[in-house]
Nanobody, 124 residues
Framework: QVQLVESGGGLVQAGGSLRLSCAPS????????MGWFRQTPGKEREFVAA????????YYAFSVKDRFTISRDDAKTTVFLQMDSLKPEDTAVYFC?????????????????WGQGTQVTVSS
């Protein structure tokens, strides 16, 4: 059984930065596309960013492009989401997810494994 464990969430002031991490336990997900989603109460889960297994392809939601950066380590065991210039509207629970096949990694449909989420709160 694969579990994804997120870390790095917290409280930060607007304009600040946070770095989220996600690592699988149980087995490697080196050949999976990894994604980050976020959700606020009463709203659907929203795509944030994704990275292909090789790291060569990245995808971003328009709302975070040029502020957030997704990456994965060389061993492909950990995925990071560097969040800069944070805004209050970035406040949400952030989820890490893993997908074996596409085609569209900007929706939740291809993602088979999900983490429990980590809270990010941006104060104004």
């Amino acid at each position: 059984q694969v579990q994804l464990v997120e870390s790095g969430g917290g409280l930060v002031q607007a304009g600040g930065s946070l770095r989220l991490s996600c690592a699988p336990s149980g087995r490697t997900l080196a050949f999976y596309t990894m994604g980050w989603f976020r959700q606020t109460p009463g709203k659907e889960r929203e795509f944030v960013a994704a990275i292909s297994w090789s790291g060569e392809n990245t995808y971003y939601a328009f709302s975070v492009k040029d502020r957030f950066t997704i990456s994965r380590d060389d061993a492909k065991t950990t995925v990071f989401l560097q969040m800069d210039s944070l805004k209050p509207e970035d406040t949400a629970v952030y989820f890490c997810a893993a997908a074996a096949f596409g085609p569209d990694f900007t929706t939740h449909l291809p993602y088979k494994y999900w983490g429990q989420g980590t809270q990010v709160t941006v104060s104004s």
